[in-house]
């Protein structure tokens, strides 16, 4: 049974999930296409998907045949369309964020539990990374209990349209996901400091900024975010532990010498760094729906990562000062 696909907003992330799985992937097709601006969907179609269906209303789409949904829209919309493929039964993968607000995130927790299983897995795509994935092995057979973590997000640069806060919502948070993850372990304050300013960074946007989280087992946990950093788009995690260190490997790259230089190049772009784990995420959200049901991290991880990053946008406010971080009882149905 090849399963029949719908994704909900066809700009870069849309259309790419949509080459991935009619050109990269088995098992499923991509029949039907939306987006508020229709012309992103027709590229998409006649890039990508000429065989597929293209809706003008998001639900319309949700309602049709499709076994499966993809909600790759404005972060605003993700909550409606996902309590929708919640309420008619159909496994649906969100890219990040879950919701806007982590009472939207809480909403679908109690969609799904309704429901009474999994239909939701949320785009946490680091967890995929085969460095990432190695890097938990080696916090399981080699450092033994951590102790801490240093961490750093690089981008080259950002937009005028990036402000301080997103350097929390749109940044850190894979980190405040994947650290979890590494960990299992669950944050309990948040800290933000603020060195000297970057003379690239613009008027709204302090950076760089560290975030300082501690976890409910007593890892100190310190992130460097840089979104203006000008050399390339760079991902570091270093663990220390009772045993050892653990970090995370660079990205595959060709080591060069010429002109009394030894080199190596650094990426520049987040979607070479991380295209791998794209795949192995849909692959397995793929594997789900063809059950019914959905893997891969959860409507309750993309909740914490709302609730943590709200915390870590109120210490942005509150400087220096620990702000804590609260979480309910996690429900079974995640367990």
């Known amino acids: 049974m090849t399963l029949k696909i719908g994704v909900i907003g066809t700009g870069a992330i849309g ?15 991509v029949t039907a296409l939306n987006d508020v601006n229709r012309a992103n969907a027709e590229s998409c179609q006649r890039d990508y998907a000429p065989d597929a269906q293209i809706f003008d209303d998001a639900h319309a789409l949700i309602a049709s045949d ?8 404005w972060g605003q919309t993700h909550e409606e369309y996902v309590l929708a493929a919640i309420a008619a039964g159909k496994p649906c993968f969100c890219e990040k964020p879950l919701a806007t607000t982590a009472e939207g995130a809480r909403r679908i927790i109690a969609a799904e539990q309704a429901v009474g299983k999994r239909l939701v897995q949320v785009g946490f795509m680091r967890r995929y990374d085969p460095g990432y994935v190695a890097l938990k092995k080696a916090v399981k057979d080699v450092t033994g209990a951590p102790l801490m973590i240093h961490a750093a997000h690089r981008n080259p640069r950002v937009g005028e349209n990036y402000v301080t806060p ?6 850190l948070i894979h980190e405040i996901d994947v650290l979890r993850w590494l960990l299992d372990d669950d944050y309990v304050s948040a800290q933000v400091f603020f060195p000297r300013k970057s003379p690239r960074a613009h008027e709204k946007l302090r950076d760089p900024q560290i975030v300082v989280l501690e976890t409910a087992k007593g890892v100190v946990i310190d992130v460097e975010v840089f979104v203006n950093c000008h050399y390339g788009y760079d991902i570091q995690c270093e663990i220390v532990g009772e045993d050892g260190i653990a970090k995370l490997p660079e990205p595959m790259a060709i080591q060069t010498r010429s002109g009394a230089v030894l080199g190596q190049q650094i990426l520049t772009d987040w979607k070479d760094r991380f295209i791998d784990s794209y795949d192995y995420e849909l692959a397995d959200f793929l594997k789900a729906a063809a059950r019914g049901t ?11 990562a709302a609730v943590t990053a709200d915390a870590c946008v109120a210490a942005q406010e509150s400087e220096g000062t620990p702000v804590k971080i609260d979480l309910p009882a996690r429900p079974a149905l995640y367990d």
């Open 15 to 29: 259309q790419d999930h949509t080459r991935r799985i009619n050109q990269v992937l088995a098992g499923a097709k």
């Open 166 to 171: 997103m350097a929390i919502h749109d940044t």
């Open 66 to 73: 499709v076994d499966a949904v993809l909600v790759c829209s």
């Open 294 to 304: 959905a893997a891969g991290p959860t409507a309750w991880d993309g909740y914490v």
